[in-house]
């Protein structure tokens, strides 16, 4: 199997405080993971590319420092969304391929964040 | 960024008919995948189809792939109220390890 899984799968938070999500891959070991935005009625829109090990890759208009992507193990990244605003709600999702198959990603089930 | 333009935005057909959704894109890519997402939920993966393949079936589910138009439909057929979800193409580049997302296409199926 491949299971990702992601914690937590809702929060809340106060404008201006920061916020952690973590995705693990369960079962496997994850070469690459990534995260997804999506807004409601919308598209996902990937945030980033992370690497175990190294500096993630951010896509073009995402700012690195309010969404702190770390991937210190081959099973663990979290995203941090810092100084969070209310137009920072949204649903994060991540995905993990597994070493030599990066064509196939394996979704977490995604974290509803609300920003007060 | 965004890939790829999925058409209709919107579909609600009756039970028992068939929907067919499109989805088009821009760059060279390895595969193009079909993944089905119920409202606030996680993604689920329907199929996969190579750059090299023209055809492919699961089930229910038919997938097209024209690459000389930057093309692939996914056809349901005798859709149930189960099928009710957005669905989603996701294209790899060829000259990127990562796959982005079509628009997507939100699929009603009426009893």
């Known amino acids: 199997g491949a299971v990702v899984s992601q914690h937590p799968s809702w929060v809340i938070c106060k404008s201006g405080t920061s916020v952690k999500i973590e995705c693990r891959s369960l079962d496997f070991q994850a070469t690459t993971m990534f995260w997804y935005r999506q807004f409601p009625k919308q598209s996902l829109m990937l945030m980033a590319t992370?690497?175990?090990?190294?500096?993630?890759?951010?896509e073009q208009g995402v700012e690195k420092d309010k969404f702190l992507i770390n991937h210190a193990s081959l099973t663990l990244s979290t995203l941090t969304v810092t100084s969070a605003h209310p137009e920072d709600s949204s649903f994060y999702i991540c995905?993990?391929?597994?070493?030599?198959?990066?064509?196939?990603?394996?979704f977490g089930p995604g974290t509803r964040l609300t920003v007060t | 960024s965004q890939q790829g333009e999925e058409d209709p935005q919107a579909l609600s057909i009756q039970e028992g008919e068939n929907a067919t959704m499109n989805c088009s894109y821009k760059?060279?890519?390895?595969?193009l995948q079909w993944y089905r997402q119920n409202s606030g939920r996680g993604l689920v993966h329907l199929i996969l189809?190579?750059?090299?393949?023209r055809e492919k079936h699961s089930g229910r589910l038919r997938v097209t792939l024209d690459t000389s138009k930057k093309s692939s439909s996914l056809l349901i057929t005798a859709s149930r109220a189960a099928d009710t979800a957005s669905y989603f193409c996701a294209t790899d580049e060829s000259s990127a390890s990562k796959i982005i997302f079509g628009s997507g296409t939100r699929l009603s199926i009426r009893p």
């Open positions: 189809i190579r750059s090299n393949e």
């Open positions: 995905s993990a391929t597994k070493p030599g198959q990066p064509s196939e990603q394996y």
């Open positions: 992370s690497n175990e090990g190294s500096k993630a890759t951010y």
């Open positions: 760059t060279s890519i390895n595969n």
